[in-house]
């Protein structure tokens, strides 16, 4: 019942926002492309025909705001159905146009490279990947040095707040600079080398785990220490509890003491990394674009570039609307596991 709850809550919350992400981006949008599309005459005015040269009413902002919301929606769920786009004939004067109207499948094809669910599912393998080994890492680096100390807490307190203090896109340039240029081990455009093999072989999961090396590389240099540091935290502060310090007073083994200290932060542990999600998508949205991977990062990318003088609110909406999807489900996940570990909050305890 309580975990039902919560998913109640978060589908509550994620709605609030999808409603806030359609105001905010109609509202630039309106601002933005509004002297093109609805104050002053069509910049094709001279080739069209007298219907299309007069100057359309500007639409008010409120219904602007529900109508291009409703778009947004619309569009998010039809970029997923393979549609074919349409020609529109405009009979001019002294000529005649043919103006492409590209389907929503086609346009987010031709601005991001891959269809969307392509782009999702590039997103997704970035952030498992660098999420098992920021897990694995930090967690093992977090529980030695919050309980042994020495030298395993030293270079974690030393190297947190220089990993927290230096940009994503620096280590990206370094990985870039050490394995790229000088020991060309690995590919730096992750959609050139998928396209490379493709043309001059056979595509294997492989292939697409070797292309993400840098980019999974990047976003565990940024986020490992920082992790690590933050379990180390939970883990000295639980150790200064009275069952610890019974438990080593009886002698126990270093690795029972271990196991109940991660059993014991477990639940503030999870919450956590539920939050610390949400920051490795944004700095995974900036890893994209750099590494030219064509996942959310791209599609905001292309949304926010201007193209044919307006701001493409549609791509903007969907890379918003995928990202709190994301975060939806995995604090949903998060939470679920929450409520199983941590009795404090189970009502049938």
């Given amino acids: 019942m309580g975990f039902l709850k919560k998913v109640i809550e978060n589908l509550l919350l994620f709605t609030i926002i999808v409603l806030m992400l359609g105001a905010l ?3 630039v949008e309106y601002k933005y492309n509004s002297p093109y599309a609805y104050g002053i005459k069509n910049p094709l005015s001279p080739l069209l025909g007298t219907v299309e040269n007069q100057t359309p009413q500007k639409m008010p902002l409120t219904k602007f705001i529900f109508t291009r919301t409703y778009e947004y929606l619309k569009f998010s769920v039809d970029v997923f159905k393979n549609q074919t786009g349409t020609t529109k004939i405009i009979r001019g004067q002294n000529e005649v146009i043919e103006i492409h109207i590209s389907s929503p499948s086609e346009m987010f094809y031709h601005v991001v490279g891959v269809s969307a669910g392509d782009a999702i599912l590039n997103t997704l393998l970035l952030l498992t990947l660098t999420m098992i080994l920021v897990f694995v890492i930090g967690l093992s680096w977090g529980l030695r040095a919050g309980y042994k100390g020495g030298w395993w807490d030293k270079t974690l307190r030393a190297t947190a707040p ?5 940009p994503g896109w620096f280590w990206g340039i370094f990985l870039m600079w050490v394995l790229w240029w000088k020991l ?3 590919p730096l455009s992750y959609i050139d080398y998928i396209h490379q093999v493709e043309a ?5 999961p492989l292939t697409y785990l070797y292309a993400m090396t840098i980019p999974v590389l990047t976003l565990t240099f940024v986020n490992t220490a920082v992790y690590a540091y933050n379990v180390r935290t939970l883990v000295v502060k639980e150790l200064d ?6 438990d080593l007073l009886k002698g126990l083994p270093d690795r029972r003491v271990m196991k109940k200290a991660l059993r014991t932060v477990l639940p503030s542990f999870l919450t956590f990394t539920s939050y610390n999600f949400l920051n490795l998508m944004i ?3 900036a890893v994209e674009v750099m590494f030219n991977v064509p996942g959310i990062g791209a599609t905001f990318a292309g949304g926010v570039a201007i193209m044919i003088q307006r701001l493409n609110g549609e791509l903007i909406f969907f890379s918003a609307l995928v990202m709190a999807l994301f975060y939806f489900i995995n604090s949903t996940i998060m939470e679920g596991i929450y409520l199983r570990l941590d009795p404090r909050v ?3 305890v």
């Fill in 346 to 348: 189970r009502h049938d």
């Fill in 162 to 166: 220089l990993f927290s203090a230096i």
């Fill in 241 to 246: 509890q009275d069952y610890f310090m019974v």
């Fill in 25 to 27: 981006v109609s509202g």
């Fill in 283 to 285: 700095n995974g949205m």
């Fill in 184 to 186: 060309s081990v690995v």
């Fill in 200 to 204: 001059n072989g056979h595509v294997t």
